[in-house]
Structures are given as C-alpha cells and as structure tokens.
C-alpha cells in the first residue's frame, strides 16, 4: 500500500521556521515527481514546490522562492520542504503529493496533509 505522511506543521509567528516532511513507503518512486501543494481556508489549493525524486529540478512558485527549500533523502524515502522566513499568508493546510513523472500531470498518491498556521 502507497503512502505519503507529512508532518511537520504546527504554529509560529512571523518569521518563523518550520520544516516540513513527506515519509513516502509501498513503492520505488525513482522517477517520481514530489510536489508539495499548500490550501488556505476559502482559497484553492495551489502549487507550492516539486523536485525530483532523484533529487533534480528544485522548482518553486514565485510567492515561496527564496524562502522555502525542498529536498529529498532517498535513505529515509523522505521529501522535506524547509519553510523560512513565515508570513501570515503561508498559512494552510500543506500536502505532499506524488506523479509518476515530469510528462505525466496528474497525480496517483497524496498525503493527508499537516496544518501550519503563522501569526503575525
């Protein structure tokens, strides 16, 4: 059975730091794409960072680039999205999520998400 569980999240003020985790088990994933997707309250759901499984093509969304940091260690099967210098607007339910490869767009796993909340 395919999993991915993040954790990770929780409350920090302005700032702030946190860093996230995507634990992924019951499958290899060498040529994965792990992307992380962010959902505030009210809003849809939005694109946050991917990289590849192998660890090839950081790529963020304009609103977190130099700021958040994903990375990946393949002896822990473990994606981590560090998350710098927090504004209230980052606010959300993050989740990781898993594509069999940069041609393909949808995405076959998700994780069930972990909440970070940044007051100001």
């Known amino acids: 059975q395919v999993q991915l569980v993040e954790s990770g999240g929780g409350a920090v003020q302005a700032g702030g730091s946190l860093r996230l985790s995507c634990a992924a088990s019951g499958r290899t994933f060498s040529t994965y794409v792990i992307t992380w997707f962010r959902q505030a309250p009210g809003k849809e759901r939005e694109f946050v960072a991917s990289?590849?499984?192998?660890?090839?093509?950081?790529f963020y969304a304009d609103s977190v680039k130099g700021r958040f940091t994903i990375s990946r260690d393949n002896a822990k099967n473990t994606v981590f999205l560090l998350m710098a210098s927090l504004k209230p607007e980052d606010t959300a339910v993050y989740y990781c999520?898993?594509?069999?490869?940069?041609?393909?767009?949808?995405?076959?796993?998700w994780g069930q998400g972990t909440q970070v909340t940044v007051s100001s």
């Open positions: 999520a898993a594509r069999p490869s940069i041609l393909k767009k949808t995405y076959d796993y």
């Open positions: 990289i590849l499984w192998s660890g090839g093509n950081p």
